[in-house]
């Protein structure tokens, strides 16, 4: 059952004006990875600080070794994975029924579809499984991505602090800093991700209305980048490769750029004639 995330916000007239509302969707995702995360760091940095041991990681220390560390490494990789992928699996699911319900809006507001089309707002539109499936299998293939990057450079910081002779608490602090910067990663990733479904969702929904053409918009205040700025109000093919060489939004890392439906006889923006002309 979705639960009405939206309460209280109503489309503006303006498509062209109307962002994707999708913020609650990584409020609501971020503190559960980001718990997760910490909890892989924890038994990550116990492999090598065991608890109440003061002693240095090389050689003598009982019960810490290399090898068990890189034995140990993958399984809470893998242990991370597990509960990442059910709470970004949850996002997914969450950004494509947004995508479906933020296209299906559009295309009310613009006459194209009849109000009726709406049912209730936030809970409309055809299923998306197969949409969600392949989302889903990219999103695991980045936290992986992430987790293994982690794993490696974990072990060249144990080997190489082991070289140099340094000792346990120095070699904690280099992992937990390799550990920090892979959560960091992990975050931009998932934020890139809800705006990647919401974006495939809308074309998949604009693609079944048979809606052919569509136009980019920015959110148009003093955060969005010069890279974005420009290409607002483009238009480009609903099934096609995207716009130019950026092809689909988000086009960098927490962007928010999206897209409105573009409907001949119907479209009243700056590229009214090209839109006339487009199927000549
Ligand atoms: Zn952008």
Not at 80 to 85: A, I, N, P, Q, V
Not at 215 to 237: A, K, M, W
Request: aromatic share 6%; charged share 25%.
């Amino acid at each position: 059952m979705t639960k009405d995330k939206r309460a209280g916000w109503r489309p503006s007239p303006d498509i062209r004006r109307d962002p994707t509302q999708s913020k609650w969707i990584e409020e609501e995702t971020i503190p559960l990875l980001k718990k997760a995360w910490g909890t892989y760091r924890k038994k990550v940095l116990a492999l090598i600080i065991k608890e109440g041991e003061r002693t240095n990681i090389i050689g003598s220390t009982p019960g810490i070794s290399l090898p068990e560390i890189m034995r140990n490494l993958p399984m809470l990789g893998d242990s991370f994975l597990e509960d990442g992928t059910e709470i970004t699996g949850t996002m997914i699911e969450q950004a494509v029924n947004q995508g479906n319900a933020y296209a299906t809006e559009q295309l009310i507001r613009v006459e194209y579809l009849p109000e009726a089309a709406s049912g209730s707002l936030f809970t409309i539109g055809p299923p998306t499984q197969a949409l969600i499936d392949t989302l889903t299998a990219m999103d695991l293939s980045s936290l992986q991505g992430i987790t293994d990057a982690t794993s490696n450079h974990i072990v060249q910081a144990i080997t190489t602090g082991m070289q140099e002779g340094k000792g346990t608490y120095e070699i904690a602090d280099a992992v937990d800093a390799i550990l920090n910067d892979g959560w960091n990663r992990a975050e931009t990733i998932v934020r890139t991700e809800v705006m990647t479904a919401i974006t495939e969702s809308t074309r998949q929904r604009f693609d079944e209305q048979r809606v052919q053409l569509c136009e980019l918009i920015t959110s148009q205040d003093d955060r969005v980048c010069d890279d974005c700025e420009p290409l607002y109000g483009e238009i480009t093919e609903v099934d096609g490769p995207g716009f130019g060489d950026m092809g689909w939004p988000p086009f960098h890392p927490n962007c928010r750029c999206a897209i409105a439906p573009v409907i001949p006889g119907l479209y009243d923006g700056p590229h009214k004639e090209d839109v006339e002309h487009w199927f000549d």
